[in-house]
């Protein structure tokens, strides 16, 4: 994935990072108060700026002119860690370098004191795939660390970590950004870049990207690449990633609502053949028919659960809502459920998704 954006709009300080506010005041406060501490655990889900934040925070810590908390971007040490160049920034991704032998050598890199900086960090990304061995060596590391030396462990997956380590570092837990966080970003990037690009755009490419920053602004990037022209609509962005034509879900829904199977049988195929994708249109479809069942319960939770959409599309959903009973929007989600779960199964790809339909148009003519 192409990542220009997502290392040209880094944070370089506090005040640029979008979410982790709850990070960002205890590591501030720690900054002005000199008090540092010798290991930190940055974990979360990928993208949520765990390694932005430990090099920004290496930084700071290092900055020379360091005006309050921010560091100045301007000193050597802040210019020789912007363009990667610190030697006394120490990088290892435990995901290849996850052996004692790295850990030893690790070791070796911090007997000696920083070059320039007053502090040599080691920031150990996916810290928690390091070997068995590797761990208890890195565990007497940090039992006696040397007092220039600042651990930055990142994880996605802190339960995987012995929890004798976990207990030597302060802990900070990296939040998925909302949707809203990611649009703001990316709002402040398309400004920055030029480009127009509709509300519902941003909101797609933020509910897409599953509150990964990283992932969104990877989008963003693609966007860039993929449409040539200044002005983005919400069109493209379903276009480019490949989403399902809202438009289809709505027809099928209808068909839903009146118990008229065999058109949506024969709509299902004549779309199979223009080269609908049976497993993505699955997917599409009992996600909008999960939309509608909590719409169902409670209409006012719309713009929690429909982003990047336009009010018209929004009012439509509400509709099909009020008009699908609620026992056969109930019906319909678990027989198609229960299809996903076969179509592996299946040599005929679309069969367990017309046995769910057939399976609805039975059983609810019943009720
Ligand atoms: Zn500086």
Redesign the pocket.
Request: glycine residues 0%; charged residues 25%; contains cysteine.
């Given at each position: 994935m192409n990542q220009v954006l997502y290392r040209k709009y880094r944070p370089q300080q506090f005040k640029d990072f979008t979410a982790q506010n709850h990070v960002i005041q205890t590591l501030i406060n720690e900054i002005e108060q000199n008090k540092i501490a010798h290991a930190y655990l940055f974990s979360g889900h990928r993208g949520t700026g765990k390694t932005s934040m430990a090099r920004l925070f290496a930084?700071a810590i290092n900055?020379?002119?360091?005006k309050g908390f921010e560091?100045?971007?301007?000193?050597i040490?802040?210019q020789e860690i912007n363009k990667g160049s610190a030697i006394d920034i120490i990088e290892i991704d435990a995901a290849s370098n996850r052996g004692i032998d790295d850990i030893r050598s690790l070791r070796d890199s911090i007997r000696y004191k920083p070059n320039l900086l007053k502090y040599k960090v080691l920031i150990l990304d996916e810290a928690h795939q390091l070997s068995k061995d590797a761990a208890n060596a890195l565990l007497k590391i940090l039992e006696e660390p040397p007092e220039y030396v600042v651990f930055i462990l990142a994880t996605t997956e802190a339960h995987k970590m012995i929890s004798t380590i976990s207990s030597r570092c302060q802990r900070f837990d990296f939040y998925k950004l909302t949707i809203k966080e990611i649009v703001s970003k990316l709002e402040e990037i398309a400004k920055k870049e030029g480009v127009i690009i509709e509300k519902e755009a941003l909101e797609l490419i933020a509910a897409s990207a599953d509150g990964a920053l990283r992932d969104a602004e990877g989008i963003f990037d693609q966007i860039l690449n993929f449409v040539s022209k200044k002005e983005i609509k919400v069109g493209d962005i379903q276009d480019m990633l490949g989403l399902v034509d809202l438009s289809l879900a709505f027809d099928f829904t209808e068909f839903l609502i009146d118990k008229n199977i065999p058109h949506a049988i024969k709509y299902l195929n004549e779309n199979i053949e223009r080269g609908l994708n049976i497993e993505e249109f699955s997917k599409t479809i009992i996600n909008f028919l999960r939309k509608l069942l909590i719409l169902k319960i409670n209409k006012d939770l719309i713009d929690d659960i429909v982003v990047g959409e336009t009010k018209e599309t929004k009012d439509k959903m509400v509709s099909q809502s009020e008009r699908f009973k609620g026992e056969d929007l109930k019906l319909i989600l678990n027989l198609l459920l229960e299809a996903e779960n076969k179509r592996k199964f299946s040599s005929i790809a679309q069969l367990p998704f017309e046995l769910a339909l057939v399976d609805y148009f039975y059983q609810a003519k019943k009720s």
């Open positions: 930084k900055c020379q002119n360091r560091p100045c971007n301007e000193c040490a802040c």
